[in-house]
């Protein structure tokens, strides 16, 4: 035992110092960094005070350099604690590029990790020699703490507007040369894109109802249009259903079979044809899946970058933003949904592109038509969106009571294989620049697919 107790944690200051010398190398070696790490992975002070700094310049969108560094070292009075302006400089020495950087913060992580099982088996040590303590407590606490080691801005400018002019001129030049109907990402609904002129550019948009109303149903909507009949490059986060779910709702979507039916297995062979030309048309989709449970802001704003960087996504959906953990999850609920609601509006206008974030109603507005107030958490959704939609109809249960006999019938009968449709409307509620109204959608539950309700009636 002391022997160990002798031992200097696990560390590897090579890689930490290569982390951050690619990292002010190449502002892609930050993204990529930042999904494995945090401040209190690192071993050294001095490398800790450095890559806080870095992840300060990032939330503000300013790039990472030996300058910005210092300055940022400076400023927070951290320098002479991150080893001096000589140490900063000379981190770029460590690495010639920044091409294996993932590699670098993967052993960074790995020796964090190690410390991290240290720490946890020698309070476990301490505690079993505790008599007072309940040995159950002990073992459910080690559990927790085990579970936990495994789950694992913008610089502002004024212009002026003479500077602004020139570039509005252009811009409105270009949108009358295109000729296009739509400014923004169509979103495949034509009365919704009406009222909108498409998802623009910097947007924040909140699609909000009660659990089984069909949000993920009708960002996949959405989504499957926008990457395959449009073929513009969509990134689709999901905290709630895996990958897996994800593809089996848009092959059933596309190919127009039953979705009870594939997860089930029960489907002739005569549909894998169908199977087969869905598939075909979602390879060639530059569509993009991040199945990442108890994500945190962190690393979605990181993933985000990345995709915008490297993929050109032109849109992200994000199912949904309830579920995004923050890094201080001490703080309470309301305030933890206001930093998730900020950091997307800013992520939205730092990128360029529309964020659609799919949100809970509160209970309250079961069964009744849901407003700005319907909002669960915090009012600051409200405040932050340029857009605000909810997704309204009548529960089947609700039919049931009207129609009685009926509707039991109707509901037999779709039991058999009869597809169910319901009317559902799309409530736009708030648009910071163009007008409000709502849209009749027809809910096709077999294909857990919307479309438009004129469209459906031809």
Do not use: C, W
Not at 196 to 219: D, H, N, V, Y
């Amino acid at each position: 035992m002391a022997a160990l107790k002798d031992k200097i944690p696990p560390h590897d200051d090579t890689a930490e110092q290569a982390t951050l010398g690619a990292s002010l190398l190449d502002a892609e070696a930050i993204a990529i960094a930042i999904q494995y790490l945090r401040p209190d992975d690192f071993y050294s002070n001095a490398n800790k005070a450095v890559y806080e700094a870095i992840l300060g310049l990032f939330n503000k969108g300013v790039k990472a350099d030996i300058l910005t560094i210092t300055g940022e070292l400076k400023q927070n009075g951290k320098l002479e604690e991150a080893g001096g302006a000589a140490y900063v400089a000379s981190l770029t020495n460590v690495v010639p590029t920044s091409a294996n950087a993932e590699y670098y913060a993967q052993t960074v992580q790995n020796y964090s990790l190690r410390r991290a099982m240290q720490r946890v088996s020698n309070e476990n040590i301490a505690q079993s020699f505790d008599e007072s303590l309940d040995p159950r407590a002990i073992l459910e606490e080690i559990q927790q703490k085990l579970f936990d080691l495994s789950d694992n801005r913008q610089a502002f400018k004024a212009k002026s507007v003479r500077e602004l002019i020139p570039n509005v001129i252009a811009a409105l030049e270009r949108i009358q040369a295109a000729k296009k109907e739509f400014t923004g990402v169509p979103s495949g609904f034509d009365e919704l894109d009406k009222l909108t002129s498409g998802f623009q550019p910097s947007e924040f948009i909140i699609i909000g109802a009660r659990p089984s109303m069909g949000k993920t149903a009708l960002a996949l909507s959405m989504a499957s249009h926008i990457s395959i009949q449009k073929h513009i490059p969509t990134a689709f986060f999901s905290l709630e259903m895996s990958d897996m779910s994800l593809m089996l709702r848009l092959i059933s979507s596309e190919a127009k079979i039953n979705s009870n039916k594939l997860r089930t297995g029960y489907f002739p062979n005569s549909d894998f044809m169908k199977i087969q030309e869905a598939a075909g048309r979602l390879y060639d989709a530059p569509l993009y899946l991040v199945d990442m449970p108890n994500m945190k802001l962190l690393d979605l704003r990181a993933h985000a970058r990345r995709l915008r960087a490297q993929q050109k996504v032109a849109i992200i959906f994000v199912d949904y933003l309830g579920l995004i953990n923050v890094e201080n999850s001490r703080i309470p609920r309301f305030e933890q949904i206001a930093e998730v609601s900020r950091s997307l509006k800013s992520l939205a206008r730092e990128l360029n592109i529309p964020i659609v974030a799919l949100s809970q109603l509160t209970r309250a507005a079961e069964g009744e038509k849901p407003n700005l107030s319907s909002l669960r958490d915090s009012g600051s959704i409200e405040q932050d969106a340029d857009v605000v939609m909810f997704l309204h109809r009548e529960r089947e249960y609700e039919k049931k009571g009207q129609d009685g006999v009926n509707n039991a019938a109707n509901s037999g009968a779709n039991s058999a294989g009869e597809k169910k449709e319901g009317t559902t409307s799309l409530i736009l509620a708030k648009q910071r620049n163009g007008p409000v109204g709502t849209v009749q959608l027809t809910f096709l539950s077999d294909y857990t697919k919307f479309t438009e309700l004129a469209k459906e009636r031809a």
